[in-house]
């Protein structure tokens, strides 16, 4: 193998010099050397193969074979000594010797056989490669160099380059890469061009490929060596083929051929389509190509500065030859790429465009595949900034679209991989060029076309989009260049610049999609940065099925919202920007200022820069109110020095405004011109360079004072930075001079002076302003003269003005001339000031914050939404072009997105609102002219709901109404003429053109109803806050689809189905979604039409039911809301049916759940109350049998998880019992309500366990049972006794007292009273029926019967309740005695005495003497004081004072009949049956107080015996035996009274209230006059009125209580006190009864003086004697009178007894001492 290997070597290059020496132009003499130096290569190598023995002397040389690698170890012959004859051959003018020899070269360079590695013997210092390669680029002799030789001239640079065993390094590489960029400019063939270009190509790729390989130590990649194999020896391979034949079958052509063969096709393989090469050399060719189709040319002399700059300066900055080898290759073409074109238009054929073109697309392919070492070195970015940077803003303005287009492209790759370092460039590009083309309003329709091209490629990067936001909008002295792009965008979108344009419509819509293009993707990736944030709400789900019928951007962006893809994304976000992550990791710098990422740190400096930019305004409006602004919000210091600071670096500012502002009298104005000037540096200038620095800061004032101040300052400042100069003397001069100049600028340059100064005169008129004697020398004042006329002084260029939009009104009438010179004028303006400042940036470092927080994209969103909105909406309405229409629904989804993730409300809605508007389903749009784009803004409507439905908020509202609406507009689609479409629209459906039929009809289509049907089913993976908001529009829309003429149920059947889908949610989410749907319900089931309330109740029903089978634990209220709404509709709804449907469905539900009903019982028993009150009888019975079986059976089995609603049933019951209608009802209502009671008496310990969570918090534990067990059902019977009729009242009030006794043992204290003051309610007179003859009955009957029932349980509980109640059980006793009810009166003072009688045993002294004021109270309050002073004509005057608060009175049976009487006479009717009552009162009471302290029937009993003891002395039957007998029975009724247990003064005090009764009493009988007038007037009817009965039994009372005290020995002290009363009593009785005239009155009086005298018989003999003393003459003058005998036996006794007691017959006078 060896030997084969070195034998095809030998005879390789024995074949190539064979080849020359056989070439016919060799035998010319100028070829002399030639051919010499080939014989003689021969010969030696024949020589070197005889002694090696590889062939036999005297045989041929062998042909030349295709040579094999090269093998060191085998090599006999060394290659490189043979290098002359091929030297000389390529230096021969015969192009058939050069090609051959370049051949031949180009072989043995290809498989290592010549390396030139060795010195150069004939240039010392350098190696034979490089002499190789100056030989080959040697044969390029310009334009008329044979084309074959061109070619092998390119494949042989291309194999030294590219080949793996040679190097070439600095002027040698520049001059391979040279020569091949002069023959494809030079070259007339197209095949050699494109050949060429293609070399340049692949050269570049491998000297960055190896720069970048280097620094990982890595070796070429063997993509290298294939294009190697591919390009540099292709007709080696043809070689191969035909090695075996003896005869060359392939001459040089041939070679050549194959060789232009194989470059065309790589050159031309994409628009073929073809894979022969390998992958990466088929696409970087095909961009050679497609770049490459336009002409080109190039001038030789553009190559010259390829080594012009090759120091080693440069070289101590790289780490490796290779680094520097690459910089300067891109250094050249960068300055290739600076070459101006020439004036005018350039010829496309030229060689200065094509050079350009070339040296563009070049530095565009390196900028597209550099690697980490050139995107971070410090040379690379010095030369991208120095050089590339100030070209592309040269050429980026270039009116050749092409070198204008690749400028753009060059800029991308710039932005993508290398803004960290060029963030000062960047924003000249976009300030200056971008922006400033976009807005020109004669710019052509090609560059903004390619500008926004180039822009559709930037904002599809994420990174990079949120970068400009963040580097040039929060910088405080940047650009806002994402605003300004964005409103740009915006006006285009909307095709605002169509007129500006002269563009076709074609080209306009085509300029609005990729204005639409450019706005969707900057929001894409505001969508792709927060996605972290975004939480999809269908994570499991598939994507929406509309999206099938979107663009495919849609589906992109759907796709992103699974959770797949945010998964799979998330690890990619920061790396996928283009190579942005690779220069963050490989630049250092960048890295320190991450902390310039805070979001919140750049707001707050966003924030200050708009605050700044409005201070600018305003000051470029009214500078001292913008300084003014500024100082006060601290942005601006307040010194003069701050100002003047600021006045000289911030660029905003207004020019010809500073210059007013420093031109001012005022003081201020004038520090700050000191201040401003002298910050100006003139050392060492003249007067004219420094008054030119000067006034290219602002422009001069028009006013000369103005111009004065600030041209004194400026010599002052002048002078003082010159002092050693001698040409001025003084400022003063200095300022004469500086205004003379500025006199000359404006004469010279004015138009409008016609007469120009001369310099003649200028001179002349400089004479005599030096101080000294000398004036300022001529030839100086004329070198002023001469620069002032050549260049006037004037500010720098102020580029926002130039480009200002022009009026619009006036562009239509711009010829397209006029418009291409007013652009190619602008261009030229754009193109100086940006390349000035490219230029004034190349050295500066700017930081670059690379962008990495999520929140950035809210301010960015908040600041350019009303552009978005504007364009999307402009585009929807506008255009039907469904590219269009597919863009604006695209950014309007994506600008939801984005507010939605930051909760943004009003730029959401904004935008929801909009996208609803364009769906022509609102109410006020008209459907028959709906579109397509409308049908797509429908299903982008549909897609939002169900992907952003989390976030949507508010805007809810406006997608269920469109959905609603959606609803209809299906109806007309599928040909349904629906009831509710009004008038003319009825028959829309058949006026209808088929494209809107079709489009309509396009909304019931599968997709659009399965999508509809995925929000209602999806929104049970809705969050908490958001499906509240879903509740919440869906029951408004609802609303209002109710209140329509016509009425709708389509969102109450989804409210129902949400709630059937949603219903498993946790119990707090669910609360909050039924309080909005509870209320919507409570609404609708009182709707006015039936259907509607039938269908939500059924609704309801189903929900509750499904509801209840979930149970419920205690303490919770869940249940009660949701059954809450039933309630509300039963209140509130009339409808008999409705309300019937009601109590059903409860009925059900308490048959069905009644097990797990918990807190719903309440509702339930509230619902049963209002349907107890119904008229309707099916409703009251179903209700009651429900109630009834729940305490029947449910009460028993489960009472304790009842317990919470015990005051419910109860209230329920007693409504129930309140129902006049159903009286059966009634009363097994209140049977129920005894079963109630003893449910609490046998489980009082649930209600304390049970606490109840609204009210009960308070209450102590032990009193809980009577709180919500026994009070609520004692005072909903005091309810039904207070309310219902007479049969009803009465059973309740048996009840309530059964209750009340049976369980009343377990009551405490305060419990009793809450149940008096419930019980004295029934006497309540505001609460009796106002009618006289029901309150009579009430009173009669209830009142009557209450009274009597208190009676009995203060006695059975006295114990307890005496101390608590006695008093106002006493004021209740007093209140009936009051009443004008006869019947009650009587019974307030029966019941008095009952419990006086029956517990008087148990009171002690104060209850004592609480009784004796109640006596005495009621005495004097039913004393009828008015018998005595009653007047006919005063009876409507003279009601007592007591008796107006009562608003009616009892009617005597008496005058029932008499109903006609006059009016007074019926008042004075009513005024006698009320004093009528009071003596009855006053007889009962007197009889009551003999009862209480004697004992019923005793007083009575006394009488009778007295007149038969009487009768029988009368007639002489009296013994001793019955005496004895009759005190034995005198003591035993005694003692049962309540004498015993009264003290003597509380006897005392009733003593004197029944005297004060006797005495009134006595008063009238007296009174005949007084009598007589009743009488006449009708009182007491037919019979003379008298008190004939009170007068008797009040005395007879009091004289025998104080008999009885008398006779006590307990109250022996008492005794002379009650002697003297006693005296009094009865001689005030005697007197009485010896005055009266009517026998019938004394008859009347029989029995008193029986009492007395019989007792005074009783007495002792010294009492007797102490009485008779008192009474005798009385006793006397009672003889006259024709008494009754019984009374004349005992006074008959009395006179016998006062002889033995007196002595009358013998010690009459001791008597008397006695």
């Known amino acids: 193998m060896q030997n084969n290997s070195t034998k095809t070597k030998e005879m390789f290059i024995v074949r190539a010099l064979e080849k020359i020496l056989a070439d016919k132009d060799i035998r010319r003499s100028h070829h002399s050397q030639l051919k010499k130096s080939c014989d003689t290569a021969l010969e030696q190598i024949k020589a070197e193969l005889i002694n090696a023995g590889q062939i036999a002397e005297g045989n041929e040389l062998p042909c030349a074979a295709l040579p094999l690698p090269k093998n060191d170890a085998a090599s006999i012959i060394n290659a490189e000594t043979y290098f002359l004859p091929f030297e000389l051959a390529c230096k021969s003018r015969s192009p058939r010797i050069v090609v051959t020899a370049l051949d031949c070269l180009q072989k043995l360079i290809a498989y290592g056989h010549l390396t030139g590695a060795i010195q150069d013997s004939a240039n010392p210092g350098h190696l034979l490669i490089d002499r190789i390669v100056i030989t080959i680029y040697g044969c390029f002799n310009g334009p008329q160099t044979d084309e074959g030789v061109q070619l092998q001239i390119i494949k042989a640079l291309l194999t030294v380059v590219t080949s793996q065993h040679v190097e070439i390094h600095e002027f040698t590489l520049l001059q391979a890469v040279r020569t091949c960029y002069d023959i494809y400019l030079s070259s007339r063939n197209l095949v050699n061009q494109t050949t060429a270009r293609a070399t340049l190509t692949q050269m570049l790729n491998v000297i960055f490929a190896r720069m970048e390989n280097q620094v990982y130590e890595v070796p070429p990649t063997p993509s290298t060596t294939t294009l190697n194999d591919c390009i540099a020896s292709p007709e080696g391979n043809g070689e191969e083929l035909t090695s075996e034949a003896t ?151 270039s009116l050749v679209a092409e070198v204008f287009e690749l400028s753009l492209s060059i800029f991308v790759a710039l932005l993508s991989n290398f803004k960290v370092h060029l963030k000062r460039q960047i924003e000249v590009f976009f300030k200056e060029i971008f922006l400033n083309i976009l807005e020109a309003s004669s710019s052509s329709f090609e560059h903004k076309w390619m500008v926004i091209q180039a822009l559709t490629r930037i904002c599809a990067d994420a990174q990079s989009v949120v970068d400009i936001y963040v580097n040039y909008d929060c910088d405080f002295s940047a650009a806002n260049l994402f605003e300004r792009l964005v409103n740009d965008l915006s006006k285009i979108a909307q095709g605002r610049q169509a007129l500006e344009l002269g563009a076709n419509p074609m080209q306009e819509k085509s300029m609005r999609k990729r204005g639409l293009e450019c706005l969707v993707s900057i929001l894409k990736c505001m969508v792709e940065w927060s996605k972290d944030l975004y939480v999809n709400p269908n994570m499991p789900t598939p994507a929406l099925q509309v999206q099938s019928l979107q663009s495919p951007t849609t589906q992109e962006l759907q796709a992103g919202d699974n959770a797949d893809a945010i998964s799979a994304q998330n690890s990619s976000l920061r790396s996928t920007h283009g190579g942005s992550s690779h220069s963050l990791n490989s630049y250092g710098s960048a890295k320190n200022q991450e902390l310039l990422d805070l979001p919140e ?66 003081d201020h104005s004038k520090e700050v011109m000191c201040a401003y000037i002298d910050a100006f540096d003139f050392r060492q200038m ?51 001079l500086a205004f003379s100049i500025i006199m000359l600028t404006t004469d010279l340059h004015s138009p409008q002076v016609k007469h120009k100064m001369t310099k003649e005169q200028y001179i002349k008129m400089n004479r005599g302003i030096s101080d000294s004697k000398d004036d300022l020398p001529e030839e100086y004042l004329s070198s002023i003269y001469d620069e002032i006329a050549e260049h006037e002084i004037k500010m720098k260029n102020n580029t926002t003005m130039l480009i200002a939009p022009k009026p619009a009104g006036k562009q239509p009438f711009i010829t397209e001339k006029r418009r291409k010179l007013l652009w190619n004028m602008e261009m030229e303006v754009i193109s100086l000031t940006a390349t000035n400042l490219m230029q004034s940036v190349s050295h500066v470092k700017s930081p670059f914050t690379s962008a990495k927080h999520l929140e950035h994209v809210r301010p960015m969103f908040k600041m350019a939404w009303t552009p978005f909105l504007a364009a999307f909406s402009v585009g929807l309405q506008v255009c039907d072009d469904p590219e269009i229409a597919t863009l604006c629904l695209d950014g309007i989804r994506c600008a939801i997105r984005i507010a939605c993730i930051f909760h943004m409300s009003l730029e959401r809605d904004a935008y929801v609102q909009a996208l609803a508007r364009f769906t022509l389903l609102n109410a006020n749009s008209p459907i028959n002219e709906m579109k397509a784009k409308n049908i797509d803004t429908i299903k982008t409507l549909i897609m939002v709901a169900h992907t952003d439905g989390n976030y949507l908020g508010s805007s809810w509202l406006d997608i269920v109404k469109c959905i609603s609406q959606l609803e209809l507009a299906q109806l007309i689609g599928t040909g349904v003429r629906p009831q509710f479409l009004s008038g003319s629209q009825t028959t829309l459906k058949d006026t209808l053109n088929p494209s809107v039929k079709e489009h309509i009809g396009e909304t019931s289509s599968q997709s659009v109803v399965v999508a509809v049907d995925r929000i209602f089913t999806g929104s049970m993976r809705l969050d908490g806050d958001a499906i509240v908001d879903f509740v919440k529009a869906l029951c408004q829309v609802s609303v209002d689809e109710l209140q329509q003429t016509q009425p709708r149920m389509f969102s109450l059947q989804k409210i129902v189905e949400i709630s059937y889908y949603n219903m498993e949610r946790i119990r707090l989410q669910w609360s909050r979604i039924w309080q909005v749907l509870g209320e919507h319900f409570n609404t609708v089931g009182c709707n006015s039409n039936e259907e509607i309330a039938f269908f939500a109740l059924d609704s309801l029903r189903q929900l509750s039911m499904k509801f209840m089978e979930k149970g419920e634990f205690s303490n919770f209220r869940f249940q009660k809301d949701f059954l809450r709404p039933f309630e509300h509709i039963m209140k509130k709804n009339n409808s008999p049916a409705i309300r019937d449907m009601v109590v059903r469905c409860i009925a059900q ?30 409703i009251v019975e179903l209700a009651f049998q429900t109630t009834g079986k729940i305490i029947g059976e449910l009460y028993r089995r489960q009472f304790a998880v009842m317990v919470d609603s015990f005051q419910d049933a109860v209230k329920c019951l007693s409504e129930f019992a309140c129902n006049a209608r159903f009286p059966d009802t009634s009363m097994e209502a209140i049977r129920l309500v005894r079963n109630c009671a003893q449910c609490v008496h046998d489980a009082p310990q649930l209600f304390a366990e049970h606490a109840g969570m609204e009210n009960d918090a308070s209450v102590a534990e032990e009193d809980r049972v009577w709180v919500r067990g026994w009070f609520p059902m004692l005072f909903s019977l005091s309810c039904v006794v207070n309310r219902c009729k007479l049969d009803v009242r009465t059973r309740g009030l048996t009840v309530l007292f059964e209750i009340v006794k049976t369980h009343g043992d377990s009551f405490k204290p305060n419990w009793w009273k809450d149940l008096f003051n419930v019980i004295f309610r029934i006497f309540d007179n505001m609460k009796l029926p106002e009618h006289v003859t029901e309150k009579s009955e009430w009173m009669t009957t209830t009142c009557n019967h209450a009274l009597y029932a208190i009676i009995d349980v203060f006695t059975q509980y006295f114990d307890v309740l005496g101390h608590l109640l006695l008093e106002e059980l006493f004021a209740q006793l007093h209140w009936c005695v009051q009443q004008n009810n006869e019947q009650l009166a009587r019974s307030g003072t029966n019941c008095l005495e009952n419990l006086v009688i029956s517990n008087g045993f148990k009171f002690n002294e104060v209850t004592w003497d609480k009784t004796c004021q109640c006596i005495l109270d009621i005495f004097n309050a039913t004393l009828p004081k008015e ?85 029988a002395d009368m007639s002489g039957c009296r013994g001793g035996s019955g005496q004895s007998q009759q005190l034995q029975l005198d003591c035993q009724r005694e003692e049962q009274g309540m004498y015993g247990y009264l003290r003597t003064r509380q006897l005392f005090t009733l003593a004197e209230c029944l005297m004060q009764s006797h005495r009134f009493a006595k008063c009238f009988n007296a009174d005949q006059d007084q009598r007589n007038l009743l009488w006449r007037a009708g009182f007491k009817g037919s019979v003379k009125p008298n008190l004939l009965k009170q007068e008797t039994a009040s005395l007879a009372c009091v004289l025998r209580i104080f008999f009885k005290m008398y006779g006590d020995e307990n109250r022996r002290s008492d005794w002379p006190g009650i002697e003297q009363e006693l005296v009094q009593v009865c001689k005030e009785a005697l007197a009485y009864y010896l005055s009266l005239q009517s026998e019938a009155h004394r008859e009347a009086w029989t029995s008193l003086l029986l009492l007395i005298l019989t007792r005074l018989l009783k007495m002792t003999d010294a009492r007797f004697a102490t009485h008779v003393s008192n009474y005798y003459s009385l006793l006397c003058e009672m003889m006259c009178f024709d008494l009754k005998p019984e009374l004349r036996s005992v006074l008959r006794r009395v006179f016998m007894r006062i002889g033995p007691v007196f002595n009358i017959m013998n010690v009459n006078i001791n008597l008397n001492v006695k």
């Open 686 to 736: 003249e007067v004219v360079a420094a008054l030119r620095i000067l006034l290219e800061e602002f422009r001069l004032p028009g006013e000369a004072q103005k111009i004065d101040r600030l041209m004194e300052k400026f010599a002052s400042r002048y002078c003082e930075c010159n002092p050693q100069n001698q040409l001025f003397q003084s400022a003063d001069t200095v300022y004469v």
């Open 601 to 666: 740190a750049l707001e707050e400096r966003k924030m200050r820069k708009e605050v700044m930019e409005t201070g600018i305004e305003l000051f470029n409006r009214k500078p001292q109110k913008g300084v003014q602004f500024l100082q006060e919000k601290q942005l601006l210091g307040s010194s003069c020095q701050d100002i003047a600071r600021w006045l000289h670096d911030d660029e905003r500012l207004d020019k010809t405004v500073i210059g007013n502002y420093l031109g001012e009298n005022d």
């Open 1427 to 1511: 018998l005595l002073t009653w007047r006919p004509n005063k009876g409507t005057e003279q009601q007592p004072q007591q008796q107006l608060p009562r608003r009616a009175s009892s009617t005597p049976h008496s005058t029932s009949s008499a109903p006609q009487e006059p009016t007074f006479m019926a008042l004075a009717h009513n005024q006698f049956e009320a004093l009528h009552i009071k003596c009855v009162v006053q007889l009962e009471l007197i009889q009551t107080m003999d009862n209480i302290v004697f004992f019923p029937a005793t007083s009575r009993k006394e009488d009778a015996e007295t007149l038969a003891q009487a009768a």
């Open 1149 to 1178: 539900m308490v048959n069905s759940q009644a097990h797990n009903i918990r807190s719903g019982w309440k509702n339930i028993f509230s619902i049963f109350h209002l349907a107890a009150g119904d008229h309707e009888e099916p």
């Open 247 to 397: 005869e060359i079958s392939d001459s040089d052509e041939a070679i050549a051929s194959e060789l232009l063969a194989e470059i065309i096709t790589a050159a031309f393989n994409e628009a073929m389509k073809e894979q022969s090469l390998e992958p990466d050399v088929a696409e970087m060719e095909a961009s050679v190509n497609g770049n490459g189709s336009a002409d080109s040319s190039h001038s030789d002399h553009d190559s010259v500065e390829l080594h012009s700059e090759n120091d080693a300066i440069v070289t101590a900055k790289f780490t490796h030859i290779l680094q520097k080898d690459a910089f300067l290759v891109f250094r050249a073409l960068c300055k290739l790429s600076m070459k101006p074109l020439p004036e005018g238009q350039p010829d496309p054929k030229s060689h200065e465009l094509r050079s350009k073109v070339l040296s563009l697309h070049l530095l565009l392919l390196i900028l597209q595949n550099a690697g980490p070492v050139f995107r971070s070195n410090e040379m690379f970015i010095m030369a991208i900034k120095q050089y590339l940077c100030v070209a592309l803003s040269n050429n980026g303005v």
